[in-house]
């Protein structure tokens, strides 16, 4: 059981925002290459379409390693490109203090050029995310967190974005109203009732009418998929989004998110429905899991709490999607 | 028929770019008053609740126009708003030098204070969209175009982003390893073959797995949904997404997007595949056609030039979408 004084917690926030920020622009810098004609030998294939990696991303993955390494060289650390290469699928954290990070998350938004990509940095102290650094360099936006002192936008916006009079309660008919954020992902199996098919059944069910999809439609407000999960739960702490489903993510893609989202007030359970989906208590989500559920910070409403709108909206989307196969075996 | 001066259309253009920034702004403006809790009252719903809309809408529409009359009185003017409360829903754009204004795309987003929001500004002669304006102010994106000038990302970035040593020419095995764009939309009817389950079949189709949907799948790289049709083409001339297809949207939506594809070189034609796809001559699209495939810039391979890539791009599309049904009657 490690303790963390509040300064010790406090000087390691600010290392971690200002690593976040050179991280991403180490990002940026190698897209300002690529714009002038300098970067094309810096991308190289792996074993699909779907699953670009760059040298890019392990530069930058060394980059934030080392850093850590140097700062707190008692601190695990456990990076994406490390892990992949590794042969375990196995869920390594434990309560030791450990950083989780994703050099690159959207990749694939990354190889295009489209804003939707950030490095995203996790600390995690008894299984807890207690810090997150999301930073988003083409856009500019950084997403922080540290428990106890509020999740903020550029270090200067409280999330949720609207904070006053109150925060906005869950809508009374949720999913309806809501903005539904969901990723086609990189399983693109068309095999019958495989994770494909199960997503996009899910997705119509969300998106559909209420009263179509044999009562299942829940007319959501509009369907967005971004291609990045670390900004999906970043746009869930803002408000900007009211519910994030999602299935095959690892650690390493949430970790960060989920601490932001939830000290913003957030709600994350798991995407698949349990057994007893109307009665069950809803519980917070595994970080290993790879099945997340996110609903947006809520306040009050004349007729019940936050928390209760939030699993209410739980529940609800629980009805709407199918389960999820996704295992520690691979994507 | 009417000529303007290259001097002209370059005042013309300079205006349209002040106009669009300071309509943003107010865009913007409103957005800080809600998260200062001053803006509840702005908001009223309309007729269900993919589609609200606000009275920020109305205001930036109404300032639109009446700084186009003032400086061009004899200009056509032609906004959403206006012509949302009209009766008529006939294709008014003839050859008069006419504006095309959507002061506020990406509504829901809006609502919601997710940055993919914007004004879009569209200025059409003979028919001809030469003049484009879309500013996304919450992230601080403007682009812009004019014939024979080039199109920008905040005036200094020529589109599309890549251009050295040469634009990237459409992948060999299009759309595999292009980013696929496209809408949900508003139109949720679960009627069996209706426009929601036709989308939903042809983005699967997009998506899937080479080999897969009896021969369909197209093994995108990546799915994405933004929720607004103009920034959706401005970033399909940014070259940050390879193809995006919908249909529904109307001339306000998409004239300056149009405008600034075509002038960063890339191509929009019908979304609706035609009886012989595979060896019709494939035309610009019609403004007014609500059916839209947009393929970004493209540059030469070693077998192609970069319109037979892009040709060859919309032709596998083709292959793999449903004809979807609206009309001018209504959406």
Redesign the interface.
Known sequence: MTNLSSEELGEIYAFAIDLGRRAGKMLLDAVEL????MGEDLLSEKD???DIVTQTDEDVESFVKSEIRRRYPSHVFLGEETYAKGQSRDYLINEEPTWCVDPLDGT??Y?????QFCVSIGFIVNHQPVIGVIYAPF?NQLFSSCTGRGAWLNEK?KLP?????SIPPMPPNAP??C?FSCE?GKD???TPDGN?HRK?ES??NM???V???DGK?G?V???????SATLDLA?VA?????IWWEGGCWEWDVAAGIAILQEAGGLVTTANPPPDPETVQIEDVRLGSRLYLAIRPAGPSGTETGREGQERTVREVWRRVRHLDYSRLGA
């Open positions: 690529r714009i002038d004609g699909n379409a779907v694939v938004n190889t295009h050029i489209f804003s856009q916006r974005l609207i904070q006053k009079p309806n109203k903005i086609w693109r199996r068309d494909m996009v997705f119509l998106a559909a009418e009263g179509g999809r439609g007319m407000h509009g369907v967005r998929s971004l291609g746009y803002m408000g900007a989004f009211d």
